[in-house]
C-alpha cells in the first residue's frame, strides 16, 4: 500500500464521517462547518487525480463564496428553538417513505452497472488540467454547458424578481 492509497482512503474516510456529521448535527452552523470539511477532502480527491484546477474551484466556490453565504443567511435566520415548528408524524412518515423510495431507486440504478476493474490513474496524467477541461467542455459538452448557462441565468432572473420588493 504505497502513500497514495492511504491518502485516498483517509480523505474517502474523512469526506464519509464529515458528511455524516453535517446531516446529523442540530446546529446548522456546525453542520455548514462540517460541509466545509467535506469539500475540502473532496479537494484532496481532486489533487490526488491531478486535477489541480478543479480542486482550486473547489475550494474557492463551494467552500468560500457558497458557504460563507450559508453561515450570512444562518446568522440572519432567528434559530430560537421555541420558532421552531413541530412536524407531525404524518409528515415525518412521508419523509422516510420519500427517502426509502430514492434508496431503492438508487439501489435498482447501481445493481446492473458493469464494474470496471480499471482504476484511476492518480498522480500523473493531465486529464484535470484547466486546459484539457476546457477542450472537453467546450468540444464534447458544449450543448448541456450552454443549457446550464441558460438555467443559471434564469434563476439569477428569477431571484432578482422573487426579492425585488414592490
Same mark, same amino acid.
Given at each position: &500500500?504505497?502513500?497514495?492509497? =492511504?491518502?485516498?482512503?483517509? @480523505?474517502?474516510?474523512? +469526506?464519509?464521517?464529515? !458528511?455524516?456529521?453535517? $446531516?446529523?448535527?442540530?446546529?446548522?452552523?456546525?453542520?455548514?462547518?462540517?460541509?466545509? &470539511?467535506?469539500?475540502?477532502? =473532496?479537494?484532496?480527491?481532486? @489533487?490526488?487525480?491531478? +486535477?489541480?484546477?478543479? !480542486?482550486?474551484?473547489? $475550494?474557492?466556490?463551494?467552500?468560500?463564496?457558497?458557504?460563507?453565504?450559508?453561515?450570512?443567511?444562518?446568522?440572519?435566520?432567528?434559530?430560537?428553538?421555541?420558532?421552531?415548528?413541530?412536524?407531525?408524524?404524518?409528515?415525518?412518515?412521508?419523509?422516510?417513505?420519500?427517502?426509502?423510495?430514492?434508496?431503492?431507486?438508487?439501489?435498482?440504478?447501481?445493481?446492473?452497472?458493469?464494474?470496471?476493474?480499471?482504476?484511476?490513474?492518480?498522480?500523473?496524467?493531465?486529464?484535470?488540467?484547466?486546459?484539457?477541461?476546457?477542450?472537453?467542455?467546450?468540444?464534447?459538452?458544449?450543448?448541456?454547458?450552454?443549457?446550464?448557462?441558460?438555467?443559471?441565468?434564469?434563476?439569477?432572473?428569477?431571484?432578482?424578481?422573487?426579492?425585488?420588493?414592490?
Amino acid at each position: &500500500m504505497n502513500i497514495t492509497t =492511504i491518502l485516498f482512503w483517509f @480523505l474517502t474516510a474523512l +469526506a464519509l464521517l464529515s !458528511a455524516l456529521m453535517m $446531516i446529523t448535527r442540530k446546529n446548522p452552523i456546525y453542520s455548514v462547518i462540517w460541509l466545509i &470539511m467535506t469539500f475540502f477532502s =473532496i479537494s484532496g480527491h481532486y @489533487l490526488l487525480l491531478n +486535477a489541480q484546477f478543479l !480542486a482550486v474551484v473547489n $475550494i474557492i466556490v463551494y467552500a468560500g463564496a457558497i458557504m460563507v453565504l450559508f453561515l450570512y443567511v444562518l446568522m440572519l435566520m432567528d434559530l430560537k428553538k421555541d420558532s421552531e415548528p413541530r412536524k407531525n408524524k404524518l409528515v415525518k412518515l412521508a419523509g422516510a417513505v420519500a427517502g426509502g423510495t430514492l434508496l431503492l431507486v438508487l439501489v435498482a440504478a447501481l445493481k446492473d452497472i458493469d464494474i470496471k476493474m480499471d482504476k484511476a490513474q492518480t498522480g500523473y496524467g493531465d486529464i484535470g488540467l484547466i486546459e484539457n477541461l476546457g477542450k472537453a467542455l467546450f468540444n464534447e459538452y458544449v450543448i448541456p454547458f450552454e443549457v446550464s448557462s441558460i438555467l443559471f441565468l434564469s434563476a439569477m432572473v428569477g431571484a432578482v424578481v422573487i426579492g425585488k420588493k414592490d
